[in-house]
């Protein structure tokens, strides 16, 4: 499998597009020690400060159509999650639907990106944005109460120092439980990824808050489906089915 490695880029996931463009193998990394506009979900930015992090984007070709790429994302969190306890030994969550936390707050982002051709994937990019090192300090003022990294974490629960541990060792596990996840899914086990998500979820059984395009409603999440829906009971007892937005986990 080829892994492409830049000490700068505009975003990984921009680059792996192109390289899916051209062709190429399904599994292909790419890798940058900083982005110039790492980008999020919902339009937002991702800060990908110089070494700092993993920024890392994985070009993948399943066979698959539209309805299985919420539960190809999730699997890449329980990846990322699964890798963090064996290479670290860090004990992370998962915040439906694959934001990765520590004590509440986010460590890790994943930007799922595809193509379609014919109502089927022609290729998927699974952007990885894993905070390593960084200090609280050097994240953007916005988002300094939400923010965490393996870093402050290690610091401030265990003593450690980051210094004592290797971006490159955790790359490498992240791709090979990927590797796992993405095998098991291949295999048609999709029920194996919602229990093993479900482990780590830090969001069902909690109250929570959607915001879905101009919507905004509090509830229960209560499960997620087949299809990686967040099955959400509301107040006056009606059941929704929410597949993308933005969700809080209230209490
Ligand atoms: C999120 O908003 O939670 C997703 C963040 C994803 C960030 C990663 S960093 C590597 C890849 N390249 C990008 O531009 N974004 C993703």
Known sequence: KSVHCFSEVDSTNNYAKTLAQKGCDDGT??????????RGR?????????????????????AVGLEDVQIITLAASVAVASALKKAM???AGIKWPNDIVLDGKKVCGILTEMSMEMERVNYLVLGIGMNFSQQESEFPKEIRDRA?????????????DISGFRR?????????????VYDTIKEGKVGVIIEEWKKYSVTLG??????????????????????????????????????????????
């Open 29 to 38: 990394v790419v890798l940058a020690e900083r982005q110039t506009q790492g």
């Open 206 to 251: 909690k109250e929570v808050l959607i915001n879905y395009k101009e919507e905004q409603y509090i509830g229960t999440a209560q499960d997620i489906d087949q299809n990686g829906r967040l099955i959400v009971r509301l107040s006056d007892g009606t059941v929704r089915e929410v597949l993308s937005g933005e969700v809080s986990v209230r209490g």
């Open 89 to 91: 030994d860090v004990n």
């Open 168 to 180: 490159s060792h955790l790359v490498k596990t992240i791709l090979s439980e990927l590797e796992e």
């Open 42 to 62: 919902l339009g937002r930015s991702w800060d990908s400060t110089d070494k700092k992090g993993i920024w890392m984007s994985i070009v993948l070709r399943p």
């Open 148 to 160: 965490t990294s393996l870093g402050i974490y290690l610091k401030e629960k265990h003593g450690l």
